[in-house]
Structure formats: structure tokens, C-alpha cells
């Protein structure tokens, strides 16, 4: 027994050696393996494969040429048949653009993002290489959670769209790059990817390692998502949007005038009502609830016959405060009391005539005295610093 040298005593101990294979593949094969490895991560992600069009992250494009032109290699079917469960080879990612056609360098080229090649010319040979700074710019916009204190914001996006139909508030592409940056502050608007995003908070600014300021910001969504992300990632993906608008303040426009001048033509009048309604809800909070209305003629005759209009409550109304404006543009106007006084609307559906159930709007669980200032900011341009506080029952500055 100790004559024997090792595979002799393990074949006498019944082990079966089996030797170890060289691997027949060649370093281009283990490149394509690797550039398929990150499709397939990205398909376990996000249930799809990679697909092309300048509204998709850089990444998700160069994945979704990679594939295309795995789908064309003969060598990567057979390479590629064990791995690929999903079926990804076979699909098709429905090129449609330009922009598609171009090759990972051109396309790279083309967004100003400047790799070097350390291999081969062949565009399948895996050679562009993320550092996680750049993938983490590129993706923490997408990296999207739910906002689990969204009812603090629905009305807020509820106002913006009245603004953009009105015409208080307009969406405007980009121009200029170096101005977005300025443009990123706390409480701005901004359409991206399809969607309402607001700055809801901006983080202490810092320094980056290549002397660029910059900040951490929670941007909330439309559809009830939000984002933590940094100011400059959320800058690239405006100007990589081209369908990104930045949405104006509320524009005052000729609201602001308090008195007439020469030229100028009273144009309208603010009233505010309070009904005599005897449901129950409006009898407890009579002094709470009001309507605004801005009329172009007299107040008289816009309130003649309310007993029979759902939209006052179907009974008689009281004129509790009237506000003469010069110049005065009507849809604006009732637009900004809209949005300032969204949160406090109220909530209350009554039958109509016809027996068919009526919610009026304009009515508002406000105080009067918060009516006459909010009209008095109105007048001085300061309105757009304020919103009302319902808990509070008071204007409060942004």
C-alpha cells in the first residue's frame, strides 16, 4: 500500500477521477457572455427586454443594441441558446428611430460620452465599462418608490394642470443648459418622461470632487412615485428628454393692477358669496364657506335665480365682499383662487332639479378676512409666495 502513488490509492478507494477540462473558449466568446450576462439582468429587472428610443436611459440603449446585434451573430445563438431562457435572441426590440442605427461608439459619440476600446474593433466585443458613479447617474431618476405621503402633493399637481389649461402656468422646452441648473429649485415643476415632477425638497449643496456644486433633492411624481436624486442626474435627464419641459411660475400677467391709469378699463369684479342653504353641513360652517366668482358684468345679475342653479347650492346667496380690478384678465384670476384655495374646497354633492347628483366648485372652506388678503396679494405680486394652510385657516409663505 504505501508503494502506491496517489491515483492508484484513489482508484483502490473506488474515487473516480475525472480530469479537469481546458476551456474551449476563447476569450472574444467570454466577452459576449459577459455583455449577454447584463441583458439578462437587465430583463430579470425590469420584465422586458432592453428596447430603443431617446425617452430610454443611455444604458438600456446600448442593451438594446448589443442584442440586436447578438441577434445577427450566428456564433451567439449556439453560445448564447443555454443561457438564454427568456428567449431574448429571438424577439425583436422594434428599432424605429435614427438614432437606433447608429453602433454602441456612435451612439456614445452621439450622447458625448467618451469610452476607450482596450479590444478588438468588433462592436460585439463587450468594451465599454460603467463605474458605478456613472451608472448610479444614469439610473437613481428611474429608481422611483411610492410616496407614501402623496395626499400632501395630489392637489398640488390637481392646480398645476388648471394652470397649464388656463394658461396661468406654460410648459417651455430648454434652451439653454447652463441656465436648468438654476432652474432646479425647491417647489419648481418640470415634465419628464410623460410625467408632472415637482422639487419638493432641495438638500444642503455641496462640492463635488470635480468643483461642481450640487444637492440631493426629492423630486415627487405625478403618479404618486418619488425619487431621491441629485440635482445634476436630474439636469442630465432633462436635457436627454427632449419632450422635458420646465413648467413656469404662475404668470400674473395684467392682474396686478390696483388702480385705473389712462388706458386702462375696469374689466371685472371679484365677489365673494355665502349661501343660505339649509343642508345641515352648510348651517354648522355658514361663516367657513364661500364662494369666489369673477364676473365681467354685475354681480346682481350673475346671482339672479341662485334658489334654482345647482351651482349655488340651489338657495339664495349673500354679498358679503366685492373687489373692483382694473385691467383684469377673468380666467386668470379665477385660475390663481383655484390653486390657492384647492385644498379647502368643498366637498359636498347635492341633487339638482332633475334629481341628478351635482359636486359645485368655487365654494371654499376659507375665511373671509383670508379672502381680503389673499386679493391684497393679488394686487402687490406677492400672491405666488403664499399658500393656504386649512389646519391653520391662514396664508402661510412657500
Given at each position: 500500500m504505501a508503494d502506491l502513488d496517489d491515483d492508484e490509492l484513489l482508484d483502490a478507494?473506488?474515487?473516480?477521477?475525472t480530469p479537469i477540462k481546458a476551456s474551449s473558449r476563447t476569450p472574444r466568446d467570454e466577452r459576449i457572455i459577459a455583455g449577454f450576462e447584463d441583458i439578462?439582468?437587465?430583463?430579470?429587472?425590469?420584465?422586458?427586454?432592453?428596447?430603443?428610443?431617446?425617452?430610454?436611459?443611455?444604458?438600456?440603449?446600448?442593451?438594446?443594441?448589443?442584442?440586436?446585434?447578438?441577434?445577427?451573430?450566428?456564433e451567439a445563438q449556439s453560445l448564447l441558446a443555454e443561457m438564454d431562457k427568456p428567449g431574448l435572441l429571438s424577439g425583436s426590440t422594434g428599432r424605429?428611430?435614427?438614432?437606433?442605427?447608429?453602433?454602441?461608439?456612435?451612439?456614445?459619440?452621439?450622447l458625448g460620452v467618451n469610452e476607450s476600446s482596450t479590444a478588438e474593433d468588433d462592436i460585439t466585443v463587450l468594451k465599454h465599462v460603467r463605474s458605478s458613479v456613472e451608472k448610479r447617474a444614469a439610473e437613481e431618476?428611474?429608481?422611483?418608490?411610492?410616496?407614501?405621503?402623496?395626499?400632501?402633493?395630489?392637489h398640488l399637481f390637481a392646480a398645476v394642470q388648471t394652470d397649464l389649461k388656463s394658461g396661468i402656468r406654460q410648459a417651455r422646452s430648454f434652451q439653454a443648459k447652463e441656465k436648468a441648473l438654476d432652474d432646479i429649485v425647491q417647489g419648481a415643476y418640470f415634465i419628464i418622461g410623460g410625467?408632472?415632477?415637482?422639487?419638493?425638497?432641495?438638500?444642503?449643496?455641496?462640492?463635488?470632487?470635480?468643483?461642481?456644486?450640487?444637492?440631493?433633492?426629492?423630486?415627487?411624481?405625478?403618479?404618486?412615485?418619488?425619487?431621491?436624486?441629485?440635482?445634476?442626474?436630474?439636469?442630465?435627464?432633462?436635457?436627454?428628454?427632449?419632450a422635458a419641459r420646465a413648467i413656469t411660475d404662475p404668470d400674473a400677467g395684467p392682474l396686478f393692477s390696483a388702480q385705473a391709469v389712462e388706458g386702462d378699463i375696469e374689466s371685472g369684479t371679484i365677489y365673494v358669496l355665502r349661501s343660505k342653504s339649509m343642508h345641515p353641513y352648510v348651517v354648522e360652517h355658514r361663516d367657513l364657506i364661500h364662494k369666489i366668482?369673477?364676473?365681467?358684468?354685475?354681480?346682481?345679475v350673475r346671482i339672479a335665480g341662485a334658489d334654482k342653479d345647482a351651482t349655488y347650492l340651489l338657495a339664495e346667496v349673500e354679498v358679503v365682499a366685492t373687489y373692483k380690478l382694473h385691467n383684469l384678465n377673468r380666467i386668470k384670476m379665477e385660475g390663481i383662487f383655484h390653486k390657492l384655495f384647492g385644498s379647502a374646497q368643498l366637498d359636498l354633492t347635492i341633487e339638482d332639479r332633475f334629481g341628478h347628483p351635482v359636486r359645485p366648485r368655487e365654494w371654499f372652506l376659507v375665511p373671509l378676512q383670508v379672502i381680503n388678503e389673499a386679493v391684497q396679494r393679488i394686487v402687490d405680486g406677492s400672491i405666488t409666495d403664499y399658500q393656504y394652510e386649512p389646519d391653520l385657516a391662514r396664508l402661510v409663505r412657500l
Open positions: 478507494l473506488g474515487v473516480e477521477i439578462l439582468r437587465f430583463h430579470q429587472t425590469h420584465a422586458r427586454a432592453p428596447q430603443h428610443g431617446e425617452s430610454r436611459d443611455i444604458f438600456e440603449r446600448l442593451y438594446a443594441v448589443r442584442l440586436d446585434q447578438l441577434r445577427r451573430l450566428p424605429a428611430t435614427s438614432v437606433d442605427e447608429l453602433d454602441e461608439d456612435a451612439l456614445l459619440a452621439e431618476i428611474a429608481n422611483r418608490t411610492r410616496c407614501e405621503d402623496f395626499e400632501r402633493f395630489s410625467q408632472i415632477a415637482f422639487i419638493a425638497d432641495v438638500g444642503d449643496e455641496f462640492t463635488t470632487e470635480y468643483g461642481r456644486r450640487d444637492s440631493r433633492l426629492r423630486v415627487v411624481f405625478d403618479n404618486g412615485t418619488e425619487a431621491s436624486v441629485l440635482m445634476r442626474s436630474l439636469q442630465r435627464s432633462l436635457h436627454r428628454d427632449d366668482g369673477v364676473t365681467g358684468g354685475r354681480v346682481e
